[in-house]
């Protein structure tokens, strides 16, 4: 079974192919922002970034007519469950025309289009719009405001099932709290299988590297008709330039923690304030399950420093064993999901059937 994983980015494209559980291939397309630039919106960029993929593929010596089948990244489609979908045309349909233009919505739109062409089907695994929550975690604090489960669904859940092989248990069998932390972080309570609560990626949880967070209301609403700030103005505080961009005028983790470590005072005080808040937001968790957690996974690309974990441990390794799993398994975790389906160890769901439409 061979696969092609597709995971588009902000500024790359990466992809992999895979021979059943074995990458065989992995390469990261890098594409400069004068490329980018002639595009209106992210939905445009498909045709460029396919033919990017196809020509990489063809000088790797990698032949098209060899897939079986086609790993997307999920996108910005509607709120659905958990698990691995057939791409469809109401899928790509959704994201195409989503006003979130996240890169990682292109996935779907050029794995359906060569699935197409090649007589062959695509699938994608745990979208970032994953909505799992309970029916208290839907409650906000006012009626016309439901949260939502937005978070980093695909990883999560791989370093979830991998910590459980460690443990020579069921991913299904645990309680566990997953804490993402790359530009973006969330938090995530998985109860037996299933992610039950979860901070949103761009509303809630700690400040990131470039998001805010959550907000005190009050401010935020005070904010919004100062008549400072127009409505586009003001989602980039919120996603973009907020977080530790809005202190330090960068989002690059490691200048602040290396200008941290040269005495920089300000530099120290904000890492340690999102290592703070993000204790926080795992404390938080613990009480979903009644303080039944088995373990609290920290992965993503800050997941590297040393410090971040031995400092998050400091705080929250009371409530649980701390593992770490740096970086991100997402090309492993696209491919197994289709490997799934193909084995027939689970079936492909279908997008319209799932669409969780009172979110």
Known sequence: MRILVINPGSTSTKIGVFDNQAKCFEQVLRHSSEELAQFNNVTAQYGFRKQTIVDALMQSGIALYELDAIACRGGACKPISGGTYLVDEQLCHDQ??????????????????????????????????TNELSELAS?????????????????????????AQQCNKHYSELNLIVCHMGGGITISLHQQGRAVDAT???????MTPERSGRLPARDLIDLCFSGQYS????KKLLQGEGGVFSYLGTADMREVEAAAEEGDREARMVLDAMIYQIAKEIGAMAPVVNGQIDGVILTGGIAYSQYVTSELNKRVGYIANIAVFPGEMELEALAAGVLQ???????????????????
């Open 200 to 206: 949103d990626a761009i509303a809630e949880g700690p």
């Open 96 to 129: 195409a025309n989503n006003p979130i233009q996240h890169p990682s919505s292109l996935a779907a739109l050029i794995g359906f289009d060569l699935a197409k062409e090649l007589g062959i089907k695509a699938y994608f695994t745990d979208s970032p719009m």
């Open 231 to 234: 409505h586009d103005e003001m």
């Open 139 to 163: 409650f906000s604090g006012h009626r016309d405001i439901k949260r939502h489960g937005r978070f980093h669904a695909l990883n999560a859940r791989a370093v979830a099932q991998t910590y």
């Open 341 to 359: 389906v193909c084995n027939q160890k689970q079936p492909a769901k279908c997008y319209g059937d799932n669409i969780k439409v009172d979110v």
